[in-house]
């Protein structure tokens, strides 16, 4: 069987087992990655975490907090929480098909564990995950977190020659209900498309392989990553 979305899958997996970092925010201009292929801007409220921003030449991983909170005054957010942001580089125009390879992908067992906030737990499970286009949003629980909330928002897109994505968490001293956390999210992900250079077209450049060698592939990244 061909499966073409070996190289998106990889991207994922390298953004989401890196760990987590941060980045400015607040209704500003937000910050340029990756040479500003990406620009991050955060919902009026949030702010960079300065000491947790991680940038290489092919991506970086970023983190928000509230303003108020991270820097004792500011507009008052939405709603306490923690938002991340990583950007993947070296990913091609990805286009719709490309999308629903992935979409497809993340939501089977295998893809479930990407999901995860620390690599390899198999305490997650998938809540809703909706797709268009050009957007994969989910709603996911993971059991394997101290501070935060299990339940969070995650938004997938492509930017520019990358891979966006986008993360919404409430804490355990003030989980986000339902409806506030995909706003959030939302709202997170327009900030980021209206702040950022559009996409150029929308050009599938993934890999062929077949289904053994892109299993094989993942678990090779997985050994490495973790």
């Known amino acids: 069987m061909q499966a073409r979305n070996a ?49 290489t030449a092919t991506g970086a991983f970023l983190l928000f907090g509230t303003c108020q909170g991270l820097e004792g ?3 008052a ?17 990805l286009g719709a098909a490309d999308m629903s390879r992935l979409a497809t992908y993340l939501g089977s067992p295998e893809g479930r564990s990407t999901l995860s ?29 101290i501070d935060l909330d299990e339940d969070y928002w995650r938004a997938v897109f492509p930017g520019p020659g990358s891979l966006v994505t986008l993360t919404v968490s409430g804490t355990v001293a003030d989980p986000l209900d339902e409806a506030t956390g995909r706003a959030l999210l939302l709202d997170f992900t327009r900030a980021v498309r209206q702040a950022s250079p559009r996409p150029a077209g929308m ?15 993942l678990r090779k990244l997985l050994n490495r990553l973790l």
């Open 7 to 55: 190289k998106v899958i990889t991207i994922v997996l390298s953004l989401w087992l890196t760990g987590c970092a941060a980045l400015p925010g607040g209704d500003g201009p937000g910050t340029p990655v990756l040479g500003g292929q990406v620009v991050i801007a955060a919902p009026r409220g949030y702010c960079l975490d300065r000491t947790q921003r991680r940038e």
């Open 73 to 75: 005054a500011g507009p």
């Open 77 to 93: 957010p939405v709603a306490p929480a923690v938002l991340t942001a990583a950007v993947a580089g070296g990913a091609g125009e």
């Open 117 to 145: 906030r620390s690599a390899g737990t198999d305490r997650v499970s998938i809540t809703s995950l909706e797709q268009t286009a050009d957007l994969i949003v989910i709603r996911a629980r993971d059991g394997d977190t």
């Open 203 to 217: 050009t599938s450049t993934l890999e062929e392989t077949d289904g053994a060698g892109e299993t094989k592939g």
